[in-house]
């Protein structure tokens, strides 16, 4: 049909469609609006009462549907889609181009917004979602939408037979959480304080106001340690005007947990997270996780193959001491490594912050002398029994007790300092600390092997 974007067409076309709906004549009404573009037929349905605008949008072809729905105002795409089954809903979301979706989600209140991602398949959820702006390892890529929501002002009898009709559905009815009329949360209340009360009191009346929320785009993290404080089972997430978006859960912790615990072995092991699971990964992406560090930590050695040959003259005149090597590398490595975990695992925890630094150092001090005079005293009269010289037994324990508290020292302060530049301490600690202490281990050995034996 020709357009004309006169008043009268317009009033004509307007009327056109109030006739045929009066009539009750679908397909006439759905040839008749099919005739006209996109922008045409959202201002001829928007001139219609809410309920013969549902009825007429209904009528149209899906993806004509998804493109007049992009042509309405905020306001009429929300009355609109309030209205509209599920599987109709589905239908026009999926016609609609990704960032189109994004679009209109991001235009919507929030709790609309949750209505639709919780009708989309999980594929396009995680594409909503991730173009919605929700950074990777965010709340929001985590949170469902899956959750019971009362109003204060309903009575206990109102409210459970809410929950009857709508548990099924959620992720959890453990918890249900109250919100106003703009979706703000208000509180979160347990399933069993509202079985006990009676079925007159009002909402309102069993709430407490005390409950712990998040944000969307805050990080996982930061969601598990909210949960593991204060023992939820669920944890409500809000936008930044307290709109009520969606719910972590326990499963979906425990998820994040196992993921987090398979990186952080893989970390310790200096490989690369993989980002997926072991049997999913190709021959060349787990050659390309592995291999970088292999090749810095190969390059290393020539480090310590260097000090080596620098105190070769040392080494000709007690032959003995290239015996004890091994034993004073490795004992570094493992001291640094110990106190790098208990360091790291701290400052994941939260449990210990960079500004007490100094406290660490002290501490790890006194542990370092304890733990070096220890093994010292050990290796000392180990290695005067196998070789019976006191001299090489004085450097062996001597080295062993600079080399530890050193070693305690590096693992202790490096997780911090590479957490200070924004680093993961994870990856970047244990092999630098193994290159630290093979190089810096063998010149405390050696320095102190040419002090004691001039």
């Given at each position: 049909?020709?357009?004309?974007?006169?008043?009268r067409l317009?009033?004509?076309?307007?009327d056109?469609?109030?006739?045929?709906l009066?009539?009750?004549?679908?397909?006439?009404?759905?040839?008749?609006?099919?005739?006209?573009?996109?922008?045409?037929?959202?201002?001829?349905?928007?001139?219609?009462?809410?309920?013969?605008?549902?009825i007429?949008?209904?009528?149209l072809?899906?993806?004509?549907?998804?493109?007049?729905?992009?042509?309405?105002?905020?306001?009429?795409?929300?009355a609109?889609?309030?209205?509209?089954?599920?599987?109709?809903?589905?239908?026009?979301l999926?016609?609609?181009?990704?960032d189109?979706?994004?679009?209109?989600?991001?235009e919507?209140?929030?709790?609309?917004?949750?209505?639709?991602?919780?009708?989309?398949?999980?594929?396009?959820?995680?594409?909503?979602?991730?173009?919605?702006?929700?950074p990777e390892?965010?709340?929001?890529?985590l949170?469902?939408?899956?959750?019971?929501?009362?109003?204060?002002y309903w009575?206990?009898e109102?409210?459970?037979?809410?929950?009857?009709?709508?548990?099924?559905?959620a992720e959890?009815?453990?918890?249900?959480?109250?919100?106003?009329?703009?979706w703000?949360?208000?509180d979160?209340?347990?399933l069993?304080?509202?079985?006990?009360?009676?079925?007159?009191?009002k909402?309102?009346?069993?709430?407490?106001?005390h409950?712990?929320?998040?944000?969307?785009?805050?990080?996982q993290?930061?969601?598990?340690?909210?949960?593991?404080?204060?023992?939820?089972?669920?944890?409500?997430?809000?936008?930044?005007?307290?709109?009520?978006?969606?719910?972590?859960?326990?499963?979906?912790?425990?998820d994040?947990?196992?993921?987090?615990?398979?990186?952080?072995?893989?970390?310790?092991?200096?490989?690369?997270p993989?980002?997926?699971?072991?049997t999913?990964?190709?021959t060349?992406?787990?050659?390309?996780k592995?291999?970088?560090?292999?090749?810095?930590?190969?390059l290393?050695?020539f480090?310590?193959?260097?000090?080596i040959?620098a105190?070769?003259?040392v080494?000709?005149?007690?032959i003995?001491l290239?015996?004890?090597?091994?034993v004073?590398?490795?004992?570094?490595?493992?001291?640094?490594?110990?106190?790098?975990t208990?360091?790291?695992?701290?400052?994941?925890?939260?449990?210990?912050?960079?500004r007490?630094?100094?406290?660490?150092?002290?501490?790890?001090?006194?542990?370092?002398?304890?733990?070096?005079t220890?093994l010292?005293?050990?290796?000392?009269?180990?290695?005067?029994?196998?070789?019976?010289?006191?001299?090489?037994?004085?450097?062996?324990?001597?080295?062993?007790?600079?080399?530890?508290l050193?070693?305690?020292?590096v693992?202790?302060?490096?997780?911090?300092?590479?957490?200070?530049?924004?680093?993961d301490?994870?990856?970047?600690?244990?092999?630098?600390?193994?290159?630290?202490?093979?190089?810096t281990?063998?010149l405390?050995?050696?320095?102190?092997a040419?002090a004691?034996?001039?």
């Amino acid at each position: 049909m020709p357009r004309d974007g006169g008043t009268r067409l317009v009033q004509h076309s307007s009327d056109r469609v109030r006739e045929l709906l009066a009539r009750r004549d679908w397909r006439g009404l759905r040839e008749f609006l099919s005739s006209f573009p996109p922008p045409d037929i959202a201002e001829l349905i928007s001139e219609l009462p809410e309920g013969e605008m549902v009825i007429a949008f209904r009528l149209l072809p899906r993806d004509l549907a998804a493109e007049v729905l992009a042509e309405l105002d905020v306001e009429k795409e929300e009355a609109l889609l309030e209205r509209l089954r599920d599987r109709k809903l589905l239908e026009v979301l999926l016609e609609l181009p990704p960032d189109e979706r994004t679009d209109l989600l991001e235009e919507l209140p929030g709790r609309l917004t949750q209505k639709l991602l919780n009708i989309l398949p999980p594929a396009e959820r995680r594409e909503a979602l991730e173009l919605l702006g929700y950074p990777e390892n965010s709340v929001g890529r985590l949170m469902t939408p899956d959750y019971v929501a009362l109003k204060p002002y309903w009575t206990i009898e109102v409210a459970l037979e809410h929950i009857r009709r709508f548990g099924r559905d959620a992720e959890t009815v453990n918890m249900v959480y109250v919100v106003d009329e703009k979706w703000r949360l208000l509180d979160d209340i347990p399933l069993r304080r509202v079985i006990l009360a009676t079925l007159e009191t009002k909402v309102e009346d069993i709430m407490d106001h005390h409950f712990v929320a998040i944000e969307a785009h805050a990080d996982q993290e930061e969601a598990i340690r909210l949960m593991e404080k204060y023992d939820l089972i669920a944890l409500p997430v809000v936008d930044r005007d307290g709109v009520l978006l969606g719910i972590v859960t326990v499963d979906d912790i425990l998820d994040v947990l196992e993921e987090e615990f398979t990186e952080d072995v893989q970390k310790g092991a200096s490989v690369v997270p993989l980002g997926t699971s072991y049997t999913a990964a190709s021959t060349l992406v787990l050659f390309g996780k592995r291999v970088v560090w292999l090749l810095l930590l190969a390059l290393a050695g020539f480090l310590s193959g260097s000090v080596i040959s620098a105190f070769e003259e040392v080494l000709g005149k007690v032959i003995a001491l290239a015996a004890f090597i091994p034993v004073l590398i490795d004992t570094g490595g493992n001291t640094g490594t110990q106190s790098a975990t208990l360091i790291i695992r701290a400052i994941a925890t939260g449990e210990l912050t960079l500004r007490r630094w100094l406290s660490v150092v002290a501490k790890e001090s006194a542990v370092g002398i304890l733990l070096g005079t220890a093994l010292g005293s050990v290796l000392y009269l180990w290695s005067y029994i196998w070789k019976g010289d006191l001299r090489v037994s004085t450097v062996v324990g001597l080295a062993v007790v600079f080399i530890v508290l050193f070693a305690n020292l590096v693992g202790s302060l490096l997780p911090i300092l590479l957490t200070k530049l924004r680093l993961d301490p994870a990856v970047v600690s244990s092999p630098l600390i193994t290159t630290v202490m093979d190089v810096t281990g063998l010149l405390i050995y050696f320095g102190i092997a040419t002090a004691v034996l001039s």
